[in-house]
């Protein structure tokens, strides 16, 4: 894989993880605000 | 002639370029399911906006007719709450968030000089997501006990008594949020590795820089409502209770949850029109922005208080005296970068040589109406004024004013400068006139007499009033009747501009003042552009 495809697609791996910790991180923060 | 040479140079270069997709325009009904082609893809982001423009707008039709006159003349009010509700869904989720995508699709690799999106395939899903969302979405009106009602905040309980649409709403609202974060990404991915050598952050035009910023709003704060209608969910149909009091739950947490997402949201909806407002501004003020990096930190800046005001928006429900003081204040300090946005609009118009093409005018109106719609925000944002005017028709007119004759304004202004780029013709010049001044007026007939009204008490979401409330009424129905009926005027102009007309040159607004690499293309530009990246002085 050509190095600027490879930075294009751990650029867009990064993004993809952030929003997946949002939607994790404020489940997992209600379910603490629940306990 | 010299079109279809450039045309063909582009095409040369796109065959040896280090493309793996087609290298000229597929045709039929393939180009656009299959496309990967970022012009393609943004048209059909602004064609679905368009109809979902129309399809909230008469949802919207029929609210102020139902509200002509006090009593119940056309709908029953579990219906009139459904049309509020869905209203506000297809307006935010289908018409103004899928234009702006559709404007950064067309635009972003045009001005930055990029040959495409970054991710082009995922760019293709994060468009079709949207017609599976709100066939979905719009499919709920005819299942048993209609369409979601409890208005588009979800607030639970009351959302958890929605009938079957419940989890159609969810999985909808799931669709569109994928959607948007992918968008974003690409957004994101495209400014930070495929600008043309040159083209440094600083130099990128505003518009993209409104946009990099809004991308990262979307990337934190759409997985958070995600995450909070999948709480809805499992309340709903496995037995949790995040929500539900009865099990140790707390509605409230719902509501902090959302409006993280929510005031993050609206922002969303604003920033990129901020962006087309600083182009639209000094290409018809023949002066370069006034103070553009100041622009870029004041957009950043409104990002950044984005996710420290949401607490504004539940002020009556019961908060510490501390955290009122706090949210009232952040949400205060958000005029400082605003008004920095405002000054600066202003300062370029100033000794500049103007001239009133529609794109122009549709951004002074904005200029002036926005502003109305800022002013009325900070009324709300006071604590003890808030707690009079929360839940009232004021609400209604300050989101509207800022919606409408800001973001909507700012997308047809938009749509005005870029068309003929778009298109290679010029429009109906005198059409887009009658189209602006009959928006520009009914915006205000439509929506400042809700002010009154709700600064005596009429309140928001009902479908029968006070009878001392029906003059203010019957004028804001009036006011929607032909701000609504002269939207049609912009389908007929853009359908005629789409057909033939006047040939656009390259610069298109050649006695004003364009900047930016869009105006070096020709109108309209090849199907493949920048194949070979432009040098940036």
Redesign the interface.
Known sequence: M?A?RR??RN??LT??C??????????A???F??H | MAQDLAHDASQEHGLDASHDHADHAPTGIKRWLFSTNHKDIGTMYLVFSLIMFFIGGSMAMVIRAELYEPGLQLVDPERFNQMTTMHALVMIFGAVMPAFVGLANWMVPLQIGAPDMALPRMNNLSFWLLPFAFTLLLGTFFMPGGAPAAGWTMYPPLVLQTGDAMPMLIFAVHLMGASSIMGAINIIVTMMNMRAPGMNLLKMPLFCWSWLITAYLLIAVMPVLAGAVTMLLTDHFFGTSFFNAAGGGDPLMFEHVFWFFGHPEVYIMILPAFGIISEILPTFARKPLFGATSMIYAIASIAFLSFIVWGHHMFVDGMPMAAQLFFMMSTMLIAVPTGVKVFNWTATLWRGSISFEPPMLFALAFLFLFSIGGFSGLMLALVPVDFQYNNTYFVVAHFHYVLVPGAIFAIMGAVYYWLPKWTGHMYNMALAKWHFWLSAIFVNVLFFPQHFLGLAGMPRRIPDYAVQFTDWNRVSSIGGFVFGASQILFVILIVQCVRGGKRASAAVWDGALPTGLEWTLPSPPPFHTFTVAPEIK
């Open positions: 050509p600027r930075l294009i650029r867009a993004l993809m952030v929003a997946l910790a949002f939607y994790f991180g404020f489940i923060l209600s379910i605000h629940h």
